[in-house]
């Protein structure tokens, strides 16, 4: 029953981080939809104004029939290029539907599976590590190493390759010192960032300004200061204040905040606002998904004893006992010092506990064992962890209460 009780599997509890999974495509199907509606309204009001306007001149006989037959024409293209962009969205809308449904499926498939000792858990869980591997790579920006592996393995619809590679292209090009796709991303999703209050769009306009400020075009920072920075008055007053300011001082100044505006890592500063703007937009975690299983994984694992003075053989030599405990291995021991113990409910004590004269615990009976390996009579016992030697009639029974 107890083996039973461990190798049940929960799907739930493997479900905590698979709402980006879902998430994303979900955000992205919305986001195709409002583009359709915005299109089609646009398109339909602007057609039937100039068919009343056409007609109605048509029949107060203020235009010729040539100008008729133009208008007539303009509209029929106007319709036919909706139409075209109608259907590259229906054809995006596709496979977004396409890449849900075997997101679904991959989930569903969890439900399926009744234990961890299931030879089926094994191949699911593989595919979860290769999905998360292609999202690290993505993030890390190696964008065609991400789009191999993902090949290789068969999971293109379980991994967002497009969605990534754009929002690396585009840090990429803040951090080069260029607005120009950072602000067309901004007005592609205007809508969904109205929603959100994000100042990434007037951090952007501000950055131009101060470019223009920086060339010694004055006349020109007035123009767009005017046009793009103070409709955004009420929400950032101070920093428009203080882009005004900064008309009199130059590029070399050492007067704060003006030195800090000038510097150029603000260009860094905004790669890191629009790719913090990007994920919460379409509500993907700020960090790896690879990391977060990580930590979850090791926190669960780890125990004061994984980095106490008296580390296990993996790291000590003077240690006879082996272990298999990851967080005691040379490749994850730093890695997990930072994170928190592992909560357990339930504590395992061998049989016959003792306690040795410098703390420790160990079962009596492979106390013994381990000490008469190592070549030591029953009048002394050594200490399997630190390799220190004690007489036995130092050592005392435990009593758990």
Not at 133 to 155: C, H, N, P
Not at 345 to 374: C, F, H
Request: glycine share 2%.
């Amino acid at each position: 029953m107890a083996e039973l009780t461990t190798t049940k599997l929960n799907a739930e509890s493997h479900l905590l981080l698979e709402q980006p999974l879902l998430r994303l495509p979900y955000e992205l199907s919305r986001k195709n939809f409002k583009t359709i509606q915005r299109s089609f309204e646009n398109s339909r009001d602007h057609v039937l104004s100039s068919l009343k306007k056409t007609a109605n001149d048509s029949l107060a006989g203020k235009s010729s029939s040539t100008q008729t037959v133009a208008s007539l024409d303009t509209m029929i293209n106007r319709m036919t290029n909706l139409k075209r962009k109608m259907e590259t969205l229906h054809e995006e809308e596709k496979v977004l539907h396409e890449h849900s449904r075997a997101r679904i499926k991959h989930l569903k498939d969890l439900y399926d599976i009744p234990s961890l000792a299931d030879v089926k858990y094994d191949e699911w869980a593989r595919v979860r590590l290769n999905r998360l591997l292609v999202d690290y790579l993505l993030r890390s920006g190696y964008g065609e190493s991400a789009r191999a592996l993902a090949k290789e393995k068969g999971i293109e619809q379980l991994v967002d390759l497009d969605v990534f590679v754009q929002c690396h292209r585009i840090e990429e090009s803040l951090r080069n010192g260029n607005t120009a796709e950072g602000l067309a991303w901004c007005t592609e999703h205007k809508p969904m960032m109205r929603k959100s209050s994000n100042s990434l769009e007037f951090q952007l306009r501000l950055q131009q300004y101060i470019e223009l400020r920086r060339q010694g075009k004055l006349l020109e920072a007035r123009q767009h200061a005017q046009k793009y920075i103070a409709p955004h008055t009420d929400t950032h007053s101070a920093e428009i204040y203080t882009a005004a300011s900064m008309l009199a001082f130059p590029p070399d100044t050492q007067a704060e905040p003006y030195k800090s505006m000038y510097s150029s890592s603000r260009w860094n500063d905004l790669a890191d606002l629009f790719v913090k703007t990007h994920h919460e937009l379409f509500s993907l975690p700020p960090r790896p998904l690879l990391h977060i299983a990580l930590s979850a994984g090791l926190s669960a694992l780890k125990t004061p004893s994984c980095h106490s003075a008296y580390a296990s053989s993996s790291s000590n030599a003077s240690s006879s006992t082996t272990t298999v405990c990851p967080i005691c291995s040379t490749e994850l021991n730093e890695l997990a010092r930072n994170l928190p113990y592992a909560h357990h409910t339930k504590s395992y004590v061998e049989n016959d506990p003792v306690v040795l004269p410098n703390g420790r615990i160990y079962g009596r009976d492979r106390l013994m064992q381990m000490s008469a390996k190592v070549g030591l009579d029953d009048s002394h016992v050594k200490d399997p962890t630190t390799g220190e030697v004690f007489e036995t009639s130092k050592v005392r029974k435990v009593y758990i209460s």
